[in-house]
């Protein structure tokens, strides 16, 4: 997994990215085992959820990690009838990451951040492994990944 963190670290270094890259020795997986590591809550952290479209383009819904994302709404959102979750090995071939560890940032995607994950100072997010986060503002992921701030939470009034 070093691998994939140290490719993060140098893509934020490179891109003058202004995020924390954090190594935990415990797993950060889940919204839960990441909010222990950090002594945080799950308010703190955003989910990066991989979706592709029908022609085979990686869409990344970023909600908070308390959220669900609507998948009809991303589907309005990004002009296609419906989009699915990818799989691990297009989370991985898309990306350059894989599933537990992938970053709001760093790789070509439409990236969708709920209104809702604005309202944050600082989020975490994936740090390239399951024991790596990224801390950052929440308008440093926009600058980031070039993301568009939508309403995609499900079941969610924003």
Known sequence: MKEFEKKLQE????NDIDAQHL???Q?????????????GSPE?????????????????????GEDRV????VGEVVGVEKVKRAKPNQVLE??????GGVPSFGYEA????????????IVYT??????????????????????????IAKGVEN
């Open 11 to 14: 893509y934020i270094k490179n």
């Open 23 to 25: 190594v935990f020795e």
């Open 27 to 39: 797993s950060c997986h889940s919204v839960a085992e990441a909010a222990q590591a950090v002594n």
């Open 44 to 64: 703190d952290f955003v989910k990066n959820i991989c979706l592709v479209t029908p022609d085979d383009q990686l869409v990344v819904a970023i909600v908070k």
């Open 70 to 73: 609507d998948l009809a709404k």
């Open 94 to 99: 898309k990306s350059g990451y894989p599933c």
């Open 110 to 121: 439409i990236f969708l951040i709920d209104e809702r994950v604005m309202l944050r100072d």
């Open 126 to 151: 994936g740090g390239g492994s399951d024991v790596s986060l990224c801390s950052a503002t929440p308008h440093e992921l926009v600058r980031a990944n070039a993301g568009k701030i939508v309403a």
